[in-house]
């Protein structure tokens, strides 16, 4: 229905399924019908996808989002018929670039982990508005995508500061955490999309959760010794 709602994992699912090359059309910026101009969404959420493209050794020509309204169907028709010519030349996903299938998979698997991280981190971005062609040129630099790469967090749970209160382990997206009544927490890092959401719930009077990037994830409690010996109140 808008071209907003196409989702970073709906271009990798595609890609991830073989196809050569993905479109998006959108309604042209500034004549969206409501508030939301979800096709300036659509315009950042693509130049980021282009960027990551890159980063992992994809050619961004892969990835075409043009604007054009309902009435436009020769348009549609150049477009297309241009975009088709463009990924044949190009070549088969993957085998044109050099990447082998197994190396591709592990890598768009690796991205899409990521998503939940990559669209917080570019929250600001990729729910801005700029006015012209130029403020686009270069709204996603290679550098900032590196280093997107370069600091993707870790969660951890510190043992000695969990109070097993189960608020994280209840708000996990992806039920990455064990735990249970009377029972430290522990995050599956295989598991978890680093969202952040158990950092941002835990209960600042324990804040238990802890960010790490750049550092090894210190290992997880053991089973036998994870029930909460909670201290008692002298009389
Ligand atoms: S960051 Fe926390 S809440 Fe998010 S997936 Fe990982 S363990 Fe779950
Ligand atoms: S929210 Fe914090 S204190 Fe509560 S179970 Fe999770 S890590 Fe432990």
Do not use: W
């Not at 096709?39 to 960027?51: F, T």
């Not at 608020?167 to 997206?173: A, F, H, N, Q, Y």
């Not at 009377?182 to 835990?202: A, L, M, P, Y």
């Not at 990037?213 to 109140?233: A, F, S």
């Amino acid at each position: 229905m808008c071209s907003g709602r196409v989702d970073l994992k709906f271009i990798l699912r595609a890609f991830s399924n073989g196809m050569d090359g993905v479109f998006i059309g959108g309604c042209r910026l500034n004549e969206c019908n409501y508030v939301t101009h979800g096709n300036y969404h659509a315009l950042n959420m693509v130049l980021l996808c282009r960027k990551i493209m890159e980063h992992i050794g994809l050619n961004p020509e892969r990835l075409r989002l043009e604007f054009m309204s309902s009435s436009e169907g020769l348009h549609f028709a150049d477009v297309m018929n241009d975009f088709g010519r463009q990924v044949k030349e190009i070549g088969p996903f993957g085998k044109s670039e050099g990447i082998g299938e197994d190396e591709l998979k592990s890598k768009i698997q690796e991205v899409t982990k990521l998503i939940p991280y990559i669209k917080l981190a570019k929250r600001e971005k990729l729910a801005s508005r700029l006015e012209s062609q130029e403020e686009y040129d270069g709204f996603f630099t290679p550098d900032e995508i590196d280093k997107l790469f370069s600091e993707v967090p870790s969660y951890h749970i510190d043992p000695a500061k969990c109070q097993a209160c189960m608020i994280c382990s209840r708000r996990c997206p992806v039920e990455a955490i064990a735990g249970g009544k009377n029972r430290i927490h522990v995050i599956d890092q295989e598991t978890c999309i680093k969202c952040g959401t158990c950092f941002e719930v835990c209960p600042p009077r324990f804040a238990a959760v802890q960010k790490i990037t750049g550092e090894p994830v210190p290992p997880p409690i053991p089973e036998e010794e994870r029930m909460l010996v909670r201290k008692t109140k002298k009389k």
